[in-house]
């Protein structure tokens, strides 16, 4: 039979809230870990075969933050003996001016974290990837830490990883309301009636709507974003994952590319293109015209690639007025963590942030990078 006390509860078992809840278990805590779908669904901001994982930021926190999870995705790929992460290598490039300066300060933060880089030129660029059309402007940096993390199979191995720790995960059940105190938070979904000393709120899009019962409204927007991927239409040998980088282009509208792990074949899609809405008018339909304009860009930039396309598929980016994550504990409540607001480049992250949700809550602080986060930017 379920006990329905426990030390902390986690609502959201997406990305965040998996890593939580693994992170928690880990720790001996007894955790239980609501989904209102099923385990890795297709309704949220992470599921399909690839995200990319890098250290090449602009701004240096993210960076020291990427690196950091690095190592705890290297020890959560051990204790469940699966392979999640996959270094291919990344380039991150520009032609003119505005992009140009994104990459340069790219460059910095990489030589500030000690990390290795390459920086190249149109000369280097065109020699070494000879799939881009760019013009003699180009200006790249070359991560070799770059790499892809599955996002479906990574939130079933924390999940699994988690039960196999000891924690209770119930999916399929909505939370219909909270009654939160600093000493006692109470959940009631549609099948129980659940309390924990500790809560974690980590539902993407869903947020602002669990935080009306903390009296508190946070400046989130919902989007709806999409990918495609696209079979090369000649020299196929040069889009493997063994022949082709994971690729960020900072131009007006950014572009990003990644390979295949199934086919000669890649993955592209535009960064904040998509279109804001209400969560509950999410249905996951496909945008044609965004395809389109993907082609049209591959036509210009990567014109061997710009065939079939095939797999095209939607998310959702919950985002914050300057992009960057909320990892905090709620104002008045120093029982309650929240994740919110990850803004379409937060999964690489997410195995740090269930373990900073946890420090949080046991110390009130966290070991991992996480200052720039802080809900306080936010409140009047």
């Known amino acids: ?38 385990i890795a669904h297709s309704r949220g901001s992470t599921h399909g075969e690839s995200r990319i994982f890098r250290f090449a930021y602009t701004n240096l ?8 999870c690095k190592e705890l995705w290297r020890e959560l790929e051990k204790f469940s003996n699966e392979k999640l992460l996959t270094i291919l290598g990344g380039i991150d490039f520009a032609e003119d001016e505005i992009g140009k300066q994104n990459v340069l300060e790219v460059k910095n933060a990489l030589k500030q974290l000690g990390s ?32 892809v993390i599955n996002p479906t199979q990574s939130i079933k191995v924390m999940v699994n990883s988690a039960k196999r720790l000891g924690a209770i995960v119930q999916d399929n059940e909505m939370v219909k309301e909270i009654r939160p105190s600093k000493e006692l938070v109470e959940i009631i979904t549609e099948k129980n009636h659940y309390k924990a000393s500790n809560l974690i ?61 199934l086919e000669p074949a890649i993955k592209v899609g535009f960064h904040h293109s998509g279109h804001y809405l209400d969560i509950i008018d999410y249905h996951q339909q496909i ?3 965004k395809i389109e304009q993907l082609r049209d860009y591959l036509k210009q930039y990567i014109p061997d690639l710009a065939g079939e396309d095939f797999g095209a598929s939607t998310c959702i980016y919950t985002n914050t007025p300057d992009h960057d994550f909320l990892v905090d504990l709620l104002p008045n409540y120093p029982n309650v963590a929240i994740a919110a607001g990850f803004s379409g480049h937060g999964f690489k992250f997410s195995i740090g942030i269930g373990k900073a949700l946890s420090d949080l809550l046991n110390d009130g602080k966290s070991s991992m990078r996480i200052e720039h986060l802080s809900i306080r930017r936010f409140l009047v």
């Open 1 to 38: 039979m379920l006990s329905n006390n426990f030390d902390v509860i986690v609502l959201g078992a997406g990305a965040m809230g998996s890593a939580a809840a693994y992170q928690l278990a880990q720790e001996g805590k007894k955790v239980l870990l609501l989904e209102q779908f099923e």
């Open 287 to 289: 945008n044609q015209e």
């Open 201 to 261: 709120i980590s539902v993407g899009g869903w947020t602002n709507k669990l935080l009306k019962y903390f009296d508190l409204e946070l400046p989130l927007q919902v989007s709806q974003e999409q990918t495609v991927y696209f079979r090369p239409i000649r020299n196929h040998q040069l889009f493997t994952r063994e022949n082709f980088p994971v690729w960020i282009n900072y131009q007006g509208n950014i572009v990003y590319g990644i390979p295949s792990f």
């Open 116 to 147: 290795e880089f390459e920086e190249l030129g149109f000369k280097e660029l065109n020699k070494r990837y000879p799939q881009f059309n760019l013009s003699k402007s180009a200006l790249a940096i070359y991560s070799p830490d770059t790499g």
């Open 61 to 68: 926190a993210y960076a020291e933050l990427a690196f950091q």
